[in-house]
């Protein structure tokens, strides 16, 4: 970790203000000028995004990276899209979030002992950042990891992209990956040894063409969720109750 990086909010500060990346910089500022028709009269946040959640969170998320008019437009990750639409209700029906929608930065959305965050801080075109892009951004992370090891005690990873970024950070923050290394897959869990345990979790993503297609159902999301929040220590929170999707 930096030794520059203080806090976390220190530490989200400077990655807003990262250019290092020329495509992704590119794109994400030609998207924030352009501008979808129905978001016409926004002024875009055009820059990277940050993770979000409390300082001292027993779990953490890892998805992908920004959409270009969801993230990259409100300046928080998974808000203002239908992949956050999916992910901030599974986490309000288990207990994890204040709210089940995630409109913009100030629409007074909290999560409850969780932080999302992912690999790539820049909304990519396609939503496919090249490996050298995962890689130079893999800093990032792995100092948002540093910090929040006092108290991380699992991590739910949307993805396939996301659990071969994360792997080779955690190793490089102490954590024993096995070998061979494990493979992704929907409700993989296994154990990590290192400076304390931490409990690994894949999930496919909550992107619309898993959603839309009933590949990952809100079932199942809140399934892993509720799992993760269990083997986080997160037990005092308690699930809505409310109208659920199967």
Known sequence: MSASWKS?????????ECRACPRLVEWREHVA??????FADQTYWGRPVPGFGPDDAALAIVGLAPAAHGGNRTGRMFTGDRSGDVLFKALYDVGLASQPTATHRDDG???RGTRITAPVHCAPPANKPTPGERDTCRHWLADELALLRPTLKAVVVLGAFGWQALLPV???AGWTIPRPRPKF???VHITLDGPTPLHLLGCYHVSQ?????????PAMLRAVLEQAKGL?????LT????????
């Not at 976390?8 to 807003?16: E, R």
């Not at 986080?232 to 005092?236: N, Q, S, T």
């Not at 699930?239 to 199967?246: I, P």
């Open 8 to 16: 976390l909010a220190q530490l989200d500060a400077a990655v807003s």
């Open 33 to 38: 000028r352009t501008k979808r028709a129905a």
């Open 109 to 111: 959305l909290t999560l």
């Open 170 to 172: 955690l190793a490089e």
């Open 185 to 187: 897959g929907h409700d």
């Open 209 to 217: 063409q898993n959603t839309f297609t009933g590949k990952l159902t």
């Open 232 to 236: 986080a220590g997160l037990v005092g």
């Open 239 to 246: 699930a809505t109750e409310g109208n659920r999707d199967a």
